[in-house]
């Protein structure tokens, strides 16, 4: 398995620009979700789904779009980036059964915004 | 979810059991304790979790007290290569969310 994936690793955008993080996972997880962490700070939560078809807002959902169309991928829209949104964005994964099931993390894609 | 505390930092000499602290003293009796560490500028990666119990993995173990209010993670032989910033993080089974505080940076020292 190749665990959560995700591209690309790095990007710079200017102001104003849009673009998407891709995440895909091959776990067959139901849960996925996308994290962002600033410099000497903790992981927070943007959006996150818990299947095809179905997601939903975390603590910081502004300025980001996401959809889920398949069990496997999992992609993040930023529609008009802003020098705010310069950050470390994570992309996880679980299974939802069972309840108390470990998060698989990805490697993390590195954004600037200028 | 519960919040936890954590000391912002701790050295330990390579060869050593770490023993890393965490205070949760709101938690309820749904909810989870599960450790994850972060390599520096890598994904998040998961270590152990527990209700009640003590556990064992093959990386580490994790020490709750009888009343839940704090528990231990043994990293039993601390190599170079367990230094990281270790979150604590307090859950109930059915909820999507992990709420990562600032963690606990761990540097072995050789």
């Known amino acids: 398995n190749a665990g959560v994936t995700q591209t690309p690793k790095f990007q710079v955008l200017k102001t104003g620009q849009s673009m998407t993080l891709q995440c895909a996972q091959d776990m067959n997880h139901e849960y996925m979700s996308w994290y962002r962490q600033d410099p000497g700070m903790g992981l927070r939560l943007i959006h996150y789904s818990v299947g095809a078809g179905i997601t939903d807002q975390g603590e910081v959902p502004n300025g980001y779009n996401v959809s889920r169309s398949t069990t496997e991928d999992f992609p993040l829209r930023l529609l008009s980036a802003a020098p705010s949104q310069t950050s470390v964005y994570f992309c996880?994964?679980?299974?939802?059964?069972?309840?108390?099931?470990?998060?698989?993390f990805g490697p993390g894609t590195r954004l600037t915004v200028l | 979810d519960a919040k936890t505390t954590q000391p912002p930092s701790m050295d330990c000499a390579e060869g050593r059991a770490a023993n890393l602290p965490c205070n949760h003293s709101?938690?309820?009796?749904?909810?989870?304790v599960y450790w994850y560490r972060q390599i520096h500028s890598q994904g998040p990666q998961y270590i152990i979790h527990?209700?009640?119990n003590n556990e064992t993995n093959e990386m580490a173990s994790l020490i709750i007290t009888e009343d839940r209010k704090s528990s231990t993670l043994i990293l039993p032989h601390a190599t170079l290569r367990d230094t990281a910033v270790y979150y604590c993080?307090?859950?109930?089974?059915?909820?999507?969310?992990?709420?990562f505080g600032a963690g606990t940076t761990v540097t072995v020292r050789a």
């Open positions: 996880a994964s679980r299974q939802l059964a069972g309840g108390d099931n470990e998060q698989f």
């Open positions: 527990g209700l009640k």
């Open positions: 993080i307090v859950r109930r089974a059915n909820d999507y969310k992990l709420s």
């Open positions: 709101t938690i309820s009796g749904n909810e989870y």
